[in-house]
């Protein structure tokens, strides 16, 4: 098992960055692949980017897509979601998912979720 603490949230102006970090314990996460999903008030949770167990290959939603950046260091046990260009259409909270699978856009393909971390784009 493995439980997964989000982090690096917070309040910034359209335009602007944040790096989200999601921390691991309990197992390593080179055993799985990670997604990052997010979820407005009023609306579903929806994918946002992963990345496979490897570190190899990466995917995005069409939304966030040359925006976002997914990474991953296994020694250090922690996957990264760096934003960049942020729109108010990104403001949500923000999930890290551990999983696995081959249709990594689902969340029924991850096993294990953060808490969440809140990010909000002021225009």
């Known amino acids: 098992q493995v439980q997964l603490v989000e982090s690096g949230g917070g309040l910034v102006q359209a335009g602007g960055s944040l790096r989200l970090s999601c921390a691991a314990s309990?197992?390593?996460?080179?055993?799985?692949?990670m997604g990052w999903f997010r979820q407005a008030p009023g609306k579903e949770r929806e994918f946002v980017s992963a990345?496979?167990?490897?570190?190899?290959?990466?995917y995005y939603a069409d939304s966030v897509k040359g925006r976002f950046t997914i990474s991953r260091d296994d020694y250090k046990n922690t996957v990264y979601l760096q934003m960049n260009s942020l729109k108010p259409g990104d403001t949500a909270v923000y999930y890290c998912?551990?999983?696995?699978?081959?249709?990594?856009?689902?969340?029924?393909?991850?096993?294990?979720w953060g808490q969440g971390t809140q990010v909000t784009v002021s225009s």
């Open positions: 998912a551990a999983g696995g699978g081959l249709l990594l856009h689902l969340e029924g393909s991850y096993d294990y």
């Open positions: 990345i496979n167990r490897s570190g190899g290959s990466t």
């Open positions: 309990g197992r390593t996460l080179s055993s799985y692949a």
